[in-house]
């Protein structure tokens, strides 16, 4: 059975590439640089009961992500206003955030839900994302 599996992944091209090299961990202690309002995104519901964050930002030019056992940071590269992207990069990461759901909250709140695509290279890793950005 192990050779036939072997034999599998030798001869389907692209069998190997689906494993990405990129992982997100979810992190619960907030960089200190953020202070005040900013967005809070979560892959679950479970994860914000708990705040554990998987994306945050200052809501102006800098984020955070935990990529690889390492947290990064990130400066935004591009936004248009009254769009739904967002774009930033660092040294090593190009990350995507895309808005498909937006609520209000609150007072000064909105419910967000989207896709957070992180690359490096030809490597990319997307997931779904719910939270809040806010003050």
């Known amino acids: 059975m192990k050779r036939v599996v072997l034999i599998l992944l ?4 692209g069998a190997c590439s689906q494993l990405s090299s990129i992982s997100l961990e979810s992190f619960t202690e907030l960089p200190q640089e953020l202070d005040g309002c900013g967005c ?13 964050y998987i994306f945050v930002n200052d809501f102006a030019s800098t984020a955070f992500v935990f990529v690889n056992h390492k947290l990064e940071k990130f400066q935004l590269k591009e ?5 739904n992207f967002y ?16 609520s209000t909250g609150g007072d000064e709140t909105s ?25």
């Open 40 to 52: 809070y995104f979560y892959l679950s519901k479970e994860d914000e009961k708990d705040n554990k």
């Open 79 to 83: 936004h248009k206003e009254g769009s």
């Open 87 to 102: 774009s930033y990069s660092n040294k090593e990461y190009d990350l995507k955030i895309e808005m498909t759901k937006k």
């Open 10 to 13: 030798l001869f389907i091209p």
């Open 111 to 135: 419910n967000i839900e989207g896709i957070l695509t992180i690359k490096k290279g030809k490597e990319e890793l997307k997931k779904t994302f719910m939270g809040t950005c806010g003050c």
